[in-house]
């Protein structure tokens, strides 16, 4: 079972760039059908998925996200990187990586659970403030 461990900031000064990159071992990015997901959680509030990239590269992304959130990765470090623009308190929350083999179309609404996806880092807080 592959491996994930999110790495980043933890702290985030509201109106800059959140970047967070999950370092992935005991699998590759590209095996096919693998899809690599950003989750994330506020406090008191479910999970919110946020985008994803695919083992062909193509990006998914939540609509509501959409505008602020770009998913890459690099193919030779087996990592894949999250970047959040123009970040506010209301961006607080521990934020995942995940993996699932195969694709769920139900996560497009933006609602995760934790069954829909196979393996997940352990997660890291980010908090947004001045």
């Known amino acids: 079972q592959v491996q994930l461990q999110e790495s980043g900031p933890g702290l985030v000064k509201p109106s800059q760039t959140l970047s967070l990159t999950c370092t992935v071992s005991?699998?590759?990015?590209?095996?096919?059908?693998?899809?690599w997901s950003w989750i994330r959680q506020p406090p008191g509030k479910g999970l919110e998925w946020m985008g994803a990239?695919?083992?062909?590269?193509?990006?998914y992304y939540n609509p509501s996200l959409k505008s602020r959130t770009s998913i890459f990765r690099d193919t030779s470090k087996n990592q894949f990187t999250l970047q959040l623009t123009s970040m506010t308190p209301e961006d607080t929350a521990v934020y995942y990586c995940?993996?699932?083999?195969?694709?769920?179309?139900?996560?497009?609404?933006?609602?995760?659970?934790?069954?829909?996806?196979?393996?997940w880092g352990q997660g890291t807080q980010v908090t947004v403030s001045s």
């Open positions: 995940a993996s699932r083999e195969g694709w769920i179309d139900s996560v497009r609404s933006g609602s995760a659970q934790r069954s829909d996806f196979g393996s």
């Open positions: 005991g699998g590759s990015i590209t095996t096919i059908p693998y899809y």
């Open positions: 990239i695919a083992f062909s590269g193509r990006t």
